[in-house]
Nanobody, 127 residues
């Protein structure tokens, strides 16, 4: 497995857009691919995820503005209508295989489901 390496972060003004990319070669057995973010003084939180059935999930604060997708072993996060409160370090993550997860805990929102993490890419949104 190649390391997860996010790219696409940067500094934009409020209302702008960014597209984050995460090549994920060798993670075909991961049940979830997810994007997380962590702002200073805050807990790391799930932003968006997609499971192997194609179901996507979004945090309430980004729903309608962000879109997660995957294609050809790459996971993307399209971020539109960015707000200053979106400023954070964004992380790409891959979860354990489905057979290593609790059958009732497959919602791709729990930190402990993920065992591979990228180094993070900074997103800064100014007003």
């Amino acid at each position: 497995q190649l390391p997860l390496v996010e790219s696409g972060g940067g500094s934009v003004q409020a209302g702008g857009s960014l597209r984050l990319s995460c090549p994920a070669f060798g993670y075909a057995y991961s049940w979830c691919m997810g994007w997380f973010r962590q702002a200073p003084g805050k807990e790391r939180e799930a932003v968006a995820s997609v499971d192997s059935d194609g179901k996507t999930r979004y945090a309430d604060l980004v729903n309608g503005r962000f879109t997660i997708s995957k294609a050809e072993n790459t996971v993307y996060l399209q971020m539109n209508s960015l707000k200053p409160e979106d400023t954070a370090m964004y992380y790409c993550a891959a979860s354990k295989p489905k057979w290593q997860l609790q059958p009732t805990s497959l919602a791709c929102t729990a930190l402990e489901m993920y065992n591979y993490w990228g180094q993070g890419t900074q997103v800064t949104v100014s007003s």
